[in-house]
């Protein structure tokens, strides 16, 4: 009787494309190795199975990106010089006009509409290749850290669906770190990216005010509003950093060109820097400002990785200005003051917006320029005071993610002011809006999972410009 011959091990399944980094999926599709159409089928399918449960899209614009799909690959059999995100999926919060695709604003008290032309960040991302798979779930206006409207199902965090992923780009942040989608611009007035990003375990960058004409942070009142990637490493977000800031500056002013894209400077992971720890926040001046023991053990972990990276990491001695709670508030509502809304759109609003609309409206235009005027001193009092430093480490986020529902709750009936969400929100992350404030730089990922299985990170805001240092630490972190 022969013997048996001997047993072959079955070869290792090859990864499921939306386990591969964004930066393997750009390559892969540039090489040939894969198909812009085989792409968005797998991360359309992803999504169908997936955002049931989760809440991330609002809208899901297959047919569209299948289309897409076909020109790109048609553009790619044509020997077409091939653009930075060929064939690469993304999506847009629905506070973003995308030609073609109805936009909400998650809200219920005006009618949806639908553009005839992409804004400007769709449209750039759209000349870089990439293709849009449809629009994810936002707040109302994007006012708020969670991502809960009246239109849609919550945006629920993949690391625990009774839990929120943040917001206002919390749909957005969903849908990357559950693998519907390699990674995603949103937008970030009060740490918008920063918040969804550090709770569900993502790289969320806020680039300096100017960096990306088309989300400059130069649009809006306070000069607040800037765009940013969501994406799973400090690569990922520089490569699509690379391609939102590709496009025509028409602003007056803008953020220091750089010298090589951000990719490189994310790749390279250079430098050693002095990083000043703070865990005061502006708010303490109103609010009591506590720290959950997980971001306690979460801002120790960075500090850890941080000097064992070779970084100076030293406490500070900084101090706000009392007035920023106030003054924050005014500024960062003051539109909503302009609002008009058809007949019974104010009983539609949710009770955040309509409580701080009213506030809005109460105010004088004597108010608003004093607000105005605290917070461009609290600027140049901050940004001189970061200067001692390289960099400026703070938690994150003040608590764990907060349950879906958390802040509604927290508006009772006969609750006269409305205001306790909007305190709630402070509270859960009340080291992030300052940065807005001063048009500076900052990124947060990761350095813990708790015994629960959330993740919880760090903050480091950088120098006027500095995006690409605080790319490379965190990729110097294996982030």
Same mark, same amino acid.
């Given at each position: 009787?022969?013997?048996?011959?001997?047993?072959?091990?079955?070869?290792?399944? =090859?990864?499921?494309?939306?386990?591969?980094?964004?930066?393997?999926?750009?390559?892969?599709?540039?090489?040939?190795?894969?198909?812009?159409?085989?792409? $968005?089928?797998?991360?359309?399918?992803?999504?169908?199975?997936?955002?049931?449960?989760?809440?991330?899209?609002?809208?899901?614009?297959?047919?569209?990106?299948?289309?897409?799909?076909?020109?790109?690959?048609?553009?790619? $059999?044509?020997?077409?010089?091939? &653009?930075?995100?060929?064939?690469?999926?993304?999506?847009?919060? !629905?506070?973003? #006009?995308?030609?073609?695709?109805?936009?909400?604003?998650?809200?219920?008290?005006?009618?949806? /509409?639908?553009?005839?032309? #992409?804004?400007?960040?769709?449209?750039?991302?759209?000349?870089?290749?990439?293709? *849009?798979?449809?629009?994810?779930?936002?707040?109302?206006?994007?006012? *708020?850290?969670?991502?809960?409207?009246?239109?849609?199902?919550?945006?629920?965090?993949?690391?625990?669906?009774?839990?929120?992923?943040?917001?206002?780009?919390?749909?957005?942040?969903?849908?990357?770190?559950?693998?519907?989608?390699?990674?995603?611009?949103? $937008?970030?007035?009060?740490? +918008?990216?920063?918040?969804?990003?550090?709770?569900?375990?993502? @790289?969320?960058?806020?680039?300096?005010?100017?960096?990306?004409?088309?989300? *400059?942070?130069?649009? #809006?009142?306070?000069?607040?509003?800037?765009?940013?990637?969501?994406?799973?490493?400090?690569?990922?977000?520089?490569?699509?950093?690379?391609?939102?800031?590709?496009?025509?500056?028409?602003?007056?002013?803008?953020?220091?060109?750089?010298?090589?894209?951000?990719?490189?400077?994310?790749?390279?992971?250079?430098?050693?820097?002095?990083?000043?720890? +703070?865990?005061?926040?502006?708010? =303490?001046?109103?609010?009591?400002?506590?720290?959950?023991? &997980?971001? @306690?053990?979460?801002?120790?972990?960075?500090?850890?990785?941080?000097? +064992?990276?070779?970084?100076?990491?030293? !406490?500070?001695?900084?101090? /706000?200005?009392?007035?920023?709670?106030?003054?924050?508030?005014?500024?960062?509502?003051?539109?909503?003051?302009?609002?008009?809304?058809?007949?019974?759109?104010? &009983?539609?609003?949710?009770?955040? $917006?309509?409580? @701080?609309?009213?506030?809005?409206?109460?105010?004088?235009?004597?108010?608003?320029?004093?607000?105005? !005027?605290?917070?461009?001193?609290?600027?140049?009092?901050?940004?001189?005071?970061?200067?001692?430093?390289?960099?400026?480490?703070?938690?994150?986020?003040?608590?764990?993610?907060?349950?879906?529902?958390?802040?509604?709750? *927290?508006?009772? &009936?006969? #609750?006269?002011?409305?205001?306790?969400? /909007?305190?709630?929100? %402070?509270?859960?992350?009340?080291?992030?809006?300052?940065?807005?404030? %001063?048009?500076?730089?900052?990124?947060?990922?990761?350095?813990?999972?708790?015994?629960?299985?959330?993740?919880?990170?760090?903050?480091?805001?950088?120098?006027?410009?500095?995006?690409?240092?605080?790319?490379? @630490?965190?990729?110097?972190?294996?982030?």
């Amino acid at each position: 009787m022969s013997a048996h011959p001997p047993s072959v091990p079955a070869p290792a399944p =090859s990864p499921a494309l939306h386990e591969a980094t964004a930066l393997q999926l750009r390559n892969l599709l540039a090489a040939g190795e894969l198909s812009a159409r085989e792409v $968005t089928a797998h991360f359309l399918a992803r999504i169908e199975e997936l955002n049931p449960a989760l809440g991330a899209f609002l809208l899901v614009t297959s047919e569209t990106a299948l289309a897409e799909a076909a020109a790109a690959d048609q553009r790619f $059999t044509r020997g077409e010089p091939l &653009e930075l995100l060929h064939g690469m999926p993304l999506a847009h919060k !629905d506070l973003t #006009d995308v030609a073609g695709v109805p936009t909400t604003l998650g809200t219920a008290a005006l009618p949806p /509409y639908t553009p005839a032309t #992409d804004s400007p960040l769709p449209a750039v991302l759209r000349r870089a290749g990439a293709i *849009s798979l449809g629009k994810t779930q936002v707040p109302e206006f994007g006012l *708020s850290s969670y991502s809960e409207n009246l239109i849609g199902p919550p945006a629920r965090n993949p690391l625990d669906t009774s839990l929120s992923p943040g917001g206002s780009s919390g749909g957005s942040a969903a849908a990357v770190a559950a693998g519907m989608l390699p990674f995603a611009p949103g $937008t970030d007035g009060g740490g +918008s990216v920063r918040i969804p990003a550090a709770a569900t375990g993502l @790289v969320g960058l806020k680039p300096n005010r100017g960096r990306i004409p088309s989300g *400059s942070g130069q649009t #809006d009142l306070g000069q607040f509003v800037v765009a940013g990637p969501l994406a799973r490493t400090a690569a990922d977000a520089a490569l699509l950093l690379d391609a939102m800031v590709a496009e025509p500056n028409y602003h007056a002013t803008s953020a220091a060109p750089v010298r090589e894209s951000f990719l490189a400077a994310a790749q390279r992971a250079e430098g050693r820097f002095r990083i000043g720890v +703070s865990t005061l926040s502006p708010f =303490s001046s109103r609010l009591e400002i506590t720290l959950d023991r &997980e971001a @306690v053990d979460a801002l120790d972990a960075g500090i850890h990785a941080l000097t +064992s990276a070779g970084h100076d990491v030293v !406490d500070t001695q900084l101090s /706000y200005d009392e007035r920023y709670p106030e003054a924050f508030q005014t500024v960062w509502t003051a539109g909503l003051s302009t609002l008009e809304l058809p007949p019974g759109g104010e &009983e539609r609003l949710v009770p955040i $917006t309509a409580a @701080v609309r009213r506030g809005a409206r109460r105010r004088s235009a004597a108010e608003l320029v004093s607000a105005m !005027d605290i917070l461009r001193r609290f600027e140049e009092d901050t940004i001189r005071a970061y200067g001692a430093y390289d960099m400026i480490l703070t938690p994150v986020l003040g608590m764990t993610p907060r349950p879906v529902g958390w802040y509604w709750d *927290s508006n009772p &009936e006969g #609750d006269a002011s409305g205001l306790e969400d /909007y305190d709630r929100q %402070c509270r859960y992350s009340p080291f992030t809006s300052m940065v807005n404030v %001063c048009g500076l730089p900052a990124i947060t990922f990761p350095t813990l999972m708790t015994e629960a299985g959330l993740a919880m990170g760090i903050q480091l805001i950088g120098r006027p410009g500095a995006e690409a240092q605080l790319l490379a @630490v965190a990729a110097q972190l294996g982030k």
